[in-house]
């Protein structure tokens, strides 16, 4: 156990390092800067921060970096031969490749979130604290759910593209991805409709990387967590039957 958390340290600090992650830092900086420097005007500090996360350009260019680091990190785990023999079975290799890749996007998103906030600390100075939607808890209490629901949605939709790569190839995932990114830029975004029930809880993915009414916070708290279960089973049922089928050990 020890081993593999250490193998798994070295490899996030190896990858730090490369080439690649950089030219990722480079595009994180630059839509941080649009969205802090362009999409807040006007707005309040915790407000603006929402703006911006809940921005479909936003959104977008966040899930293509963490795809391109979800893919350069499956590439730099497979190259590593030696790192590959250690496994006795496809399933270790695959629970360790899924665990490299949520912990490379985890660190990946911890620094986007931090550049995020030196942005609105240089261009937003009007820290509102005040109750949000028709809930009563205050707007920063939501931010807090809604980073912690956006960060694990992200790291979903990265282990079912990586399943989807072992399972396939990586254009079947990129296309899978480009789908997502556009039911968030065209997908209807009516603030006005309410979600009174789990029955009329959104289907779409797309819908939980936006703010979107309830009848009270406690009920969109409860159907996040059913969606993000329901795809939990999805990744689950991918993962055995891409253990058992994929393609091959190492290379994409």
């Known amino acids: 156990m020890r081993s593999n958390f250490k193998l798994i340290r070295e490899n996030s600090k190896y990858l730090l390092e490369t080439y690649r992650f950089r030219l990722i830092m480079l595009f994180l900086i630059c839509f941080n800067i649009y969205g802090t420097g362009y999409l807040t005007t006007n707005e309040t500090y915790i407000d603006g921060i929402l703006v911006i996360l809940t921005n479909g350009y936003y959104i977008v260019s966040m899930l293509a970096m963490f795809l391109i ?117 065209v997908s209807p975004y009516n603030m006005g409709a309410v979600v009174n029930s789990i029955l009329d809880m959104h289907i779409f993915i797309s819908d939980y990387f936006r703010l979107h009414l309830y009848s009270g916070f406690i009920l969109e708290v409860l159907c996040s967590t059913i969606y993000i279960t329901i795809l939990l089973i999805i990744s689950y049922i991918m993962f055995y039957i891409t253990k058992n089928k994929m393609r091959q050990i190492g290379g994409l």
């Open 69 to 185: 680091n979800t893919i350069n990190t499956i590439d730099m785990y497979e190259n590593n031969i030696f790192y590959i023999i250690r496994f006795k079975n496809r399933k270790e290799y695959l629970l360790q490749l899924i665990k490299n890749v949520i912990i490379s996007n985890l660190i990946l998103f911890f620094i986007n979130i931090l550049v995020l906030l030196i942005g609105m600390n240089v261009f937003v100075n009007n820290f509102v604290l005040e109750n949000i939607l028709d809930y009563s808890i205050p707007n920063v209490v939501y931010l807090l759910f809604y980073l912690l629901r956006m960060m694990v949605l992200i790291q979903m939709i990265s282990v079912i593209s990586l399943l989807i790569i072992k399972l396939f190839n990586v254009k079947i995932s990129i296309i899978a991805n480009i789908i997502i990114w556009l039911f968030i830029m």
